[in-house]
Nanobody, 121 residues
Framework: QVQLVESGGGLVQPGGSLRLSCAAS????????MAWYRQAPGKERELVAS???????RYVDSVKGRFTISRDNAKNTVYLQMNSLKPEDTAVYYC???????????????WGQGTQVTVSS
């Protein structure tokens, strides 16, 4: 089992910045991908950014150049630095961790409880 605890959400004005953190604890395998998703009211949950243990990253087009995902493997923590925030970034942001004990083995997926990000003047 893996527990994910997010922090760092809040209210920010357009153009502002926030940094989200997600700390993982429990049985963590060395092969994993950590990611941030978000869900706005009335919309489906979408993948915002992901990062592998090898620091390979992916971003949804709408946040490229504004958001940066990073991780500290020693602390089992993933971060999402969000700059130049826009009202359309308003959503609940969820941390996700997918891991497997070995290549080709079963994959396990875990979710955090979510943290609200509101971008408004």
């Amino acid at each position: 089992q893996v527990q994910l605890v997010e922090s760092g959400g809040g209210l920010v004005q357009p153009g502002g910045s926030l940094r989200l953190s997600c700390a993982a604890s429990g049985t963590i395998f060395s092969i994993n991908v950590m990611a941030w998703y978000r869900q706005a009211p009335g919309k489906e949950r979408e993948l915002v950014a992901s990062i592998t243990t090898g620091d390979s990253t992916r971003y949804v087009d709408s946040v490229k150049g504004r958001f940066t995902i990073s991780r500290d493997n020693a602390k089992n923590t993933v971060y999402l630095q969000m700059n130049s925030l826009k009202p359309e970034d308003t959503a609940v942001y969820y941390c996700n961790e997918n891991q497997t004990p070995r290549i080709g083995g079963p994959t396990y997926s875990y979710w955090g409880q979510g943290t609200q990000v509101t971008v408004s003047s």
